[in-house]
């Protein structure tokens, strides 16, 4: 049996299904990544992706190999910690008697399993202090599900994908009367460009990239470039109107 190995996988789908993709990256054995891939998955679930970004993992790595998975999906942890032994105990129905969504991929988890010593750990998901393999697999599967291209050490690319920076949540506004300042008419806002004479925001608050990323237009930005908050993502400022459309 190997020592412990330090892994983390994650699927996206923009949209629900929408085009989706999945990621696994590996660390070495000081804990820093090593080798990544991520495919896309044409038009399908968040479920879909997160249960084949497992089974491609699972797949990469040897037979009786010790690995932790990170994971930030409760569904693809529960669907083969608590709940595959009972799908399995009913031909492969579910409590209710339905058929096992994701079958297949279920089924085919459930076969690597048999002869890898895996141990999940469940990591939450876009938090400044989260994990770091996480952030980098929910990055790579992003970027499959847009791109629709597949990707990794494998393919050639020698750079590991750099997260784009999450932000912890903004402090409470203060209540009217509490000692909260009214803004002076004309005044900029603090998030963003202001609309003269009426201080309301005209765009995005922009920040400056700590790394490289990719828009959720499918255009990479540089460290250094300005970036806004875009739903979930962070991007072009310019391409808030697409992503909103």
Known sequence: MSDRIIAACDG????????????????????????????????????????????RLLEAVAPGTSVEVRMDSQYAMKAVTQWLPNWKRNGWRTAAGKPVANQELVRGI????????????????????????????????????????????????????????????????????TGARKRPAGAASATGAGDPGTGRRSGPRTIKAKFRGTCPCGRSYA????????GTRWGHPGCEAAVAG
């Open 12 to 55: 996206a789908a923009k949209g629900n299904p929408g085009p989706a993709g999945w990621a696994w990256v590996i660390a070495d054995a000081a804990g820093r990544p090593e080798r990544w891939e991520a495919g896309p998955l044409g038009r399908a679930t968040n479920n879909v992706g997160e249960l084949t970004a497992l089974h």
């Open 110 to 177: 459930d076969a690597l399993l048999a002869d890898r010593d895996v141990e999940f750990r469940y990591v939450p998901a876009h938090r400044v202090d989260g994990d770091p393999l996480n952030a980098i697999a929910d990055q790579a599967a992003s970027d499959a599900a847009v791109t629709q291209q597949a990707a990794g050490t494998a393919h050639g690319a020698a750079l590991i994908p750099v997260p784009a920076p999450e932000r912890s949540a903004p402090a409470p506004r203060p209540r009217s009367g």
């Open 223 to 230: 460290a250094g470039e300005s970036i806004a908050k875009l």
